[in-house]
């Protein structure tokens, strides 16, 4: 007995192969118990209609029905790759937007997505590195291969050290089968340190009489605000100094000392002036 596959399978995308095999003598002379074996093409669904042909026998047609699963989208990146390619380390200096790093990933039922609404990303340290400091850009292949995303990070103001962060790539069709699934990988963010320049706050200006502050007498004083984000300030020489723009009113050698101010943050700074000067 001979048992052929004709040509009926009206959506031949969906069909890999087709074969059919005999298995056991039913009982009679010509008759036989057969095995057909469909093998769909990977990834595709839907319906079709196989027709199978054995000789002069009346075809026999019937539909077959492919499944859809939601397949898992795969984030590809072993490692990340960036301005230092292969590293699995992302590193950023502190307050600095990060070079844009590629992340590859591939979703053979979302084509063509926003890289910003598929990818999903959780800091380790949300003080250190903000959810909303990590930003995604770009747009999946319109086909099933793999497409490249761009990540960019950037630390909370005056902060660093080192942080984990999981980027998640979910699937988001419209099938009920395994839907919401995902894939994740864990990069490691390396926040290094800058030391920030310390500031002084403005000091406005003031109005003395002559000879009223000059040397020898009580000194005229100034209250400013100090910050560095990086060191503790002390209000002494060792941190302070100044300029005189006028060494004949007030003089650059000892015509200023500093001490702590009022509060904390605060320093003081004592102003002697020379004597029957003005300016």
Known sequence: VAATVGTGDSNATLSQSISVGITTNAGGANEYDCLLTLVPT????????????TGAAT???????????????????ASISGSN????????????????YSIDVSDVDNPGMSCASVLKVTSGNTTILPNANITFSGTTATSSAASTCKMTVRGAQ?????????????????????????STRTFTVAITAIN????????????????????GLTPFDVEF????????????????????????????????TFADGSSSGKCKASINTLPDAYG
Do not use: M, R, W
């Open 42 to 53: 990977a990834h595709a669904f839907g319906q079709n209609t196989i027709t199978i042909t």
């Open 59 to 77: 075809p026999l047609v019937f539909k077959a029905k492919v499944n859809s699963v939601n397949d898992v989208p795969v984030i590809n990146n």
């Open 85 to 100: 390619a292969n590293i699995y380390e992302i590193t950023v200096d502190e307050d600095t937007l990060s070079a844009e």
């Open 158 to 182: 005056d902060q660093f050290t080192t942080t984990p962060i999981t980027v998640q790539l979910h699937a988001e069709d419209t099938e009920t089968t395994n839907k919401g699934i995902s």
């Open 196 to 215: 920030d320049e310390p500031t002084i706050g403005s000091i406005s200006t003031k109005n003395i009489s002559e000879d009223v502050y000059k040397t």
């Open 225 to 256: 605000t100090v910050t560095d984000p990086d060191n503790t300030i002390q209000c002494n020489s060792d941190y302070l100094s100044y300029v005189s723009g006028n060494n004949g009113v007030v003089s650059n050698s000892g015509g200023i």
